[in-house]
């Protein structure tokens, strides 16, 4: 069965340096997704990503964030400059994009900032 | 806004036992849709169910079932038969119709329920 994958599966990082996040979304689907979770909370959205530029975005992807898809398989978040704030789990999601279809999720990757 | 509600934090219960978790939805949407999601310990975020506003049959899937209530803005869920390995973290998630900016899920606080043996 066809999964979402991201890598690293846990990234230890200085406060201050960039870190690049990589995801890849099941191969026919058309929507991408990146969502948060910080220790012991719930899961926020941060970016929709579709036909090659943003959809939508939260308040919490700030200037510090980027998302890129480089070529026809990855999709990628970028913090420039991490803040011990930016320590959570980080999902990746695609979507096939008939509505209401689920977001399938992928396994995230934890990131601490120390 | 879209917001979701999950009263419980935390459940526990024997193995065998029926469990409903409880969802409490706000939205401007006359369309949208709920989910259940299942996070187990190992931290990956597993769909389990879906239902779309217009359709309000409740339905049974295996020990799944799922009862969904447009006057009262509630979407709950049940395991019949509770199993040890039902042990996990759940989220109830709303999203409006995609329209591109509405396409995002957001979640509930998420309900730990624990089965012991």
């Known amino acids: 069965e066809p999964e979402v994958t991201q890598t690293p599966s846990h990234q230890v990082t200085q406060m201050g340096q960039e870190v690049i996040l990589r995801c890849v979304p099941i191969s026919n689907h058309l929507y991408f997704y990146w969502y948060r979770q910080i220790l012991g909370q719930k899961v926020e959205f941060l970016v929709s990503f579709y036909n090659n530029e943003i959809s939508e975005k939260s308040e919490i992807f700030d200037d510090q964030f980027s998302v890129e898809r480089p070529d026809g398989s990855n999709f990628t978040l970028k913090i420039r400059s991490t803040k011990l704030e930016d320590s959570a789990m980080y999902f990746c999601a695609s979507e096939s994009g008939s509505p209401g279809n689920e977001q399938f999720f992928g396994p995230g990757t934890r990131l601490t900032v120390l | 806004a879209q917001k979701v509600t999950q009263a419980q934090t935390e459940i526990s219960v024997v193995e065998k036992e029926d469990v409903t978790l409880d969802c409490v939805y706000e939205?401007?949407?006359?369309?949208?849709?709920l989910f259940w999601y299942k996070q187990p310990p190992s931290g990956e975020l597993v769909f389990l169910i879906r239902?779309?506003?217009?359709?309000?049959q409740n339905e049974i899937s295996g020990r799944y079932s799922w009862n969904f209530q447009k006057s009262t803005s509630s979407f709950n869920f049940t395991i019949t038969a509770s199993q040890v390995v039902d042990s996990a973290v759940y989220f109830c998630?709303?999203?409006?119709?995609?329209?591109?900016?509405?396409?995002?899920?957001?979640f509930g606080k998420g309900i730990t329920l624990s089965v012991r043996p």
């Open positions: 939205t401007r949407d006359t369309t949208y849709y």
């Open positions: 239902r779309n506003s217009f359709d309000e």
């Open positions: 998630a709303l999203r409006g119709l995609r329209t591109g900016a509405n396409s995002k899920l957001t």
